[in-house]
């Protein structure tokens, strides 16, 4: 799979993150938060999100597309601060940790 290959990931890890991707990006989509401008870019970080984590050990395909649209979610709701990977988001004293 060029996924796999791509990611460098065996072909089940390659599997559960485009599973995982497709399952949150249609909850994200149904939701409709998101302009059509937005959604190339948040498409783009939750693949890039589930992916990390799917490197990090996580198999369960429900969590992983939780945390993509949890961190959508998150970018969301701080939208003064721009969103970089492994760095918390933070909005009127709260903070936001991916």
Known sequence: MYIAALNDLD????RILLRACD???RRVTEAVV???MQQTY?????HAHLL???RRGERKEQ???SRGVFLICGILAC???EYVPGRSLR????????
């Open 42 to 46: 948040a498409q783009s970080i939750v």
């Open 52 to 54: 990390r984590l799917v």
């Open 79 to 81: 939208p003064d601060h």
């Open 34 to 36: 998101l302009t059509p």
């Open 11 to 14: 072909e089940g890890q390659s």
């Open 63 to 65: 969590r992983l597309a």
């Open 91 to 98: 909005t009127d004293g709260a903070e936001i940790v991916f």
């Open 23 to 25: 399952l949150a990006w």
